[in-house]
């Protein structure tokens, strides 16, 4: 197996094509990350009449170890790969494949985290829904040598609207207290334009503001002013801007592929937060995604733990409320080629996210504060 030539827009729409085409998975996203130290390289399996049956875009990054001099290679397939995860024989050789293509290259481990579904819905709440084929991908998994990551770089779980039926069915599948938030919020004179590239300085501001008022780290603005350019110059992607009497206070960015639409970056200010803005939001989100031909919404990220300990679980609570649905997924899954390398980076991991963490905490505060 190696890699396969392409391009951008032939990949983009023969990804189109497979089961779970996900917005990580595109062109685009590979050359985004490019800006920061990654290579995509772009793989395809062929059935036995040469029809296309699964494509993985693969990142590839060397670095070094605290110095040394030995060179390491990581592969990361985000949410990849890409196929019909019910074909036993298929699965097997795709992953087969991959675990050969590290071991010629010499890398330290492959990743990935394909979109396979675990289960629906909250553990142990009544819609739970926990489906056969995510267990048993897991045993198939361990059995390979393929180990539960400790570094989920993608969320694991997450929260799906559904966007069939009229608007008056999404509201009917909103929770009470969220349409009365959404009507209150455009009663108060919450209105939401469509942003351009002249508003990527605002956006990245709020969105810093945000990240130190609610303690995660965000990357420099040129790494997101690259993001937003890249999807947006390709009508994959659009910002939308809440304003209170001409005033920006709360945006998020919109993605869609493959007719399905993914939340992954929101952003909001101190000022008239009474006003409820996120609410009208979310609101256009729903339509804009809808308006490209959207049947889903993902709105990125669901709780770990599903209790009030977790971090993110009044975000989970505003999501469950627009009507969403939990999703659990197998998350990311390690298959370590260089032993004793792979045992030393996961152990130093940790160490060097923290230090790389409160850098940017730092970064970003200092650059809310001029």
Known sequence: ?????????????LIARLPNAHLLQTWEWGQVKTQVGWTPQTFIWRNDDQRICAAALVLARELRMGGLSARLKLLYIPRGPLLDWNDSVLRNRVISDLEAYGRKIGAMFVKMDPEVIFAWGQPGSPDEQKLPLGHEIKQELSKAGWHFSTD??????????????????????MKQKTRYNLRLAQKKGVSVRRGTSGDFSLLYRMYAE?????????????????VWRSFMARDMACPLIAEVEGEPVA???????????????????????????????????????????C?????????????????MWGVYRFKEGLGGRVVRSLGAWDYPIRGFWYNLYTRCLPKILDWMRNCGKARTRQEVSL
């Open 1 to 13: 197996m190696n890699p396969e030539p392409i391009s951008p827009k032939d990949w983009d729409e």
């Open 295 to 311: 049947e889903s919404y993902d709105l990125w990220g669901a709780p770990e733990l599903f209790d009030e300990s977790d971090s």
């Open 152 to 173: 989920q770089i993608q969320f694991r779980n997450t929260v799906v609207l559904d966007l069939s039926g009229s608007e008056a069915d999404w509201l009917t599948r």
């Open 210 to 226: 945000t990240s130190v008022r609610d303690g995660f780290v965000i990357r420099p603005q040129g790494y997101y002013e690259t």
């Open 251 to 293: 945006a998020v960015f919109v993605f869609w592929f493959a007719g399905r639409a993914w939340y992954i970056y929101g952003m909001s200010r101190d000022l008239h937060r009474e006003k409820m803005p996120n609410y009208v939001l979310q609101w256009e989100a729903m339509r804009l995604a809808k308006e490209k031909g």
